[in-house]
């Protein structure tokens, strides 16, 4: 998974490919958990929309400046034209606004990554965000295995640990410390504002993990597929991702914006 993340970075193109490929993925596992709780959703037509907001983002397609905004109000008017044709209401209102957002979650969310990737020096940029993503997983776990004692929200996830977290925390700093070789040599990348990005960053991911948590107990559910043998499903690898993407483009536009490499 690392050298495909590794490959897919250099091809824009290729880069593009699996960033809508998981979405659909995250689409259908997602779809499928609120199927299992007897909710009428749109799961076919929202997994559809799903490929448009990245595709329209890699392709840089926009009909007004405010397009993403209009595109949501016309996802939810055509949904409510969906809800017209069923002969029963029962549940309308879950319907709609589950289906509604599942995509924002998974689709909207996720295709932050394409626009990280499009910013100048993106593809360090996206390394830099994915590394201080997933090294807080990887350290969690490592962590919470072997000196994980006392539980962090038991009610949502049994298996995660306030040490795992510290320890997720603590790594993704460390590797925001790490990535500076990599990136631009922007004021805004001083040892001090990684150490502080990492936490922010960190505490970010933990947070993704746990939403995604959430859902799966809602679901009773403990993985959401089981796509990825030892990982589980799609949203379970880019859980983390899905709350990280969007807060680092809009730090990084802002940095942009005002700084001039």
């Known amino acids: 998974m690392i050298t495909l993340s590794i490959l897919t970075f250099f091809v824009q193109w290729l880069f593009g490919l699996v960033v809508i490929l998981l979405i659909i993925g995250g689409l259908y596992e997602f779809f499928t958990l609120i199927e299992k709780k007897g909710i009428p959703i749109y799961k076919y037509f929202g997994t559809m929309i ?34 017209f044709t069923r002969r029963e209401n029962s549940q309308a209102v879950v319907g709609i606004s589950t289906t509604l957002f599942g995509v924002l979650y998974v689709s909207w969310f996720f295709s932050f990554l394409i626009k990280i990737r499009f910013l100048p020096s993106g593809v360090a940029l996206l390394a830099f965000i994915l590394l201080m993503t997933k090294a807080g997983d990887i350290g969690a776990y490592l962590v919470g295995v072997r ?9 949502i996830s ?29 004021e805004c990348f001083s040892y001090i504002n990684l150490i502080i990005a990492g936490a922010f960053f960190g505490m970010l991911a ?12 809602d679901c009773q559910v403990k993985d959401s597929g089981n796509l990825l043998p ?32």
Do not use: C
Not at 147 to 155: D, E, Q, S, T, V
Not at 237 to 261: C, E, G, K, Q, W
């Open 230 to 261: 030892g990982l589980g499903g799609v949203l379970d690898m880019v859980d983390s991702i899905l709350f990280t993407a969007p807060a680092f483009y809009f730090y990084m536009s802002s940095v942009i914006r005002n700084f001039n490499p």
């Open 147 to 155: 000196w994980g004692k006392h539980p962090l929200i038991a009610r």
């Open 50 to 83: 799903g490929v448009v907001i990245p595709a329209s983002i890699f392709f840089r397609f926009e009909l007004t400046k405010n397009w993403e905004l209009l595109f949501i109000v016309a996802l939810l008017t055509i949904i409510f034209l969906l809800q």
């Open 158 to 186: 049994p298996g995660k640990s306030v040490e795992g977290a510290i320890g997720g925390l603590v790594f993704s700093i460390l590797a925001a410390v790490a990535g500076k070789s990599f990136l631009p040599a922007w």
């Open 206 to 217: 933990q947070l993704g993990d746990l939403s995604e948590s959430l859902i799966k107990r």
